[in-house]
Each structure stands twice: as C-alpha cells, then as structure tokens.
C-alpha cells in the first residue's frame, strides 16, 4: 500500500500469496492505494483498493475493484465485483458487487444485490431485498405496531390499578 508513494504509520507486513501483504491500523493522506492489502480505516481524498480491504474508509472519490469494506462514506463511490457492508454516497457506481446498505443520492448498477437500497435514483439491474418504498411501508408497520403495544399496555395498566 502506498499514500502519496510513502508507507504510513501502524504497518506489519507479511508475506502473502505471491508477494507482500501489508496491515496498517489507521491511514490518513491525500491519497491512498491498496493493492492486495488491508486497513483498520482510512481518511483521504482519494482511495483505490484491488483485492484488498478496509474496515472503515472515508473520501470524496472511492474506487474498489475485487476487494471489499465494511463502512464506507464518500461523494463518488465505484465497487466492481466486491462486496461493501455500508455505503453512503451521493454517487454510487454497482458493478457485480453485493452490498449489504446503500444510502446514495444517484445509484448506476449492474448485476448487484443489495439488502437495503435507499436512493433518489436508480439507473440499471439491482436486486434488493428492501428498497426505499419497502422501507417506507416496514417504518410505518412499525410505527403502527409500536403505538398499538403501547396504548395496549397503558390500557392494561389503567384497568389493574383500579382494582
């Protein structure tokens, strides 16, 4: 992994199937690249990850080709044929990747599966277990559900102090 051609703090390296593999703990720089490689979070500009992973990363410009993250908050936002636990962006590009939450203002995808989709606009193949309409009618299911239960148990609670 490099930032900005320099290593950054926090690093292990180990040795990985057909060359380095390196570890670093938290990264901060202008720019970040990681090839075959990982990082605990990362505060950029700009990042691209190829078969590598970050649990934490936050940037304005974001590009994952085969790797993955858990968290991730960006303005532009690109995953190709990985995997993201959480992204929020304004502009997200899907392309063959599973994604568990998108939040975005724009999203253009291909072949992707997501569990929870919330967007303005959606442009392309998608499939989603939850998408902004269905999470409208689950909240409000459950907003129903909440309010039942309690005026049920404020009435229950009326009725046995009485006695």
């Known amino acids: 992994m490099t930032t900005n051609g320099q290593p950054t703090n926090g690093s292990d390296a180990l040795d990985g199937l057909g060359g ?3 570890l670093y703990d938290h990264v901060e720089a ?12 990362v505060e950029a500009e700009n990042v ?7 649990q934490t990363l936050t940037a304005k410009h974001v590009e994952i080709h ?17 995997g993201v636990g959480m992204v929020n962006a304004e502009n997200a590009v899907l392309t063959q ?11 253009q995808s291909e072949q992707t599966r997501t569990v929870f989709l919330i967007a303005n606009q959606v442009h392309g193949q998608v499939q989603t277990l ?3 309409r269905a999470a409208a009618v689950l909240g409000a299911a459950f907003g129903v559900a909440v309010g039942l239960v309690i005026v049920f ?4 609670g009326d009725a046995e102090s009485e006695d």
């Open 66 to 82: 085969q790797g993955g993250a858990g968290q991730v908050t960006a303005e532009v936002f690109e995953l190709q044929g990985g």
């Open 30 to 41: 202008k720019s970040v690249t990681i090839e075959q490689g990982g990082a605990q979070s």
């Open 48 to 54: 691209s990850v190829s078969q590598g992973g970050i």
């Open 97 to 107: 990747a599973q994604v568990g939450v998108v939040v975005a203002q724009q999203v």
């Open 20 to 22: 380095q593999v390196s």
């Open 153 to 156: 148990f404020s009435r229950g």
């Open 130 to 132: 939850v998408d902004t």
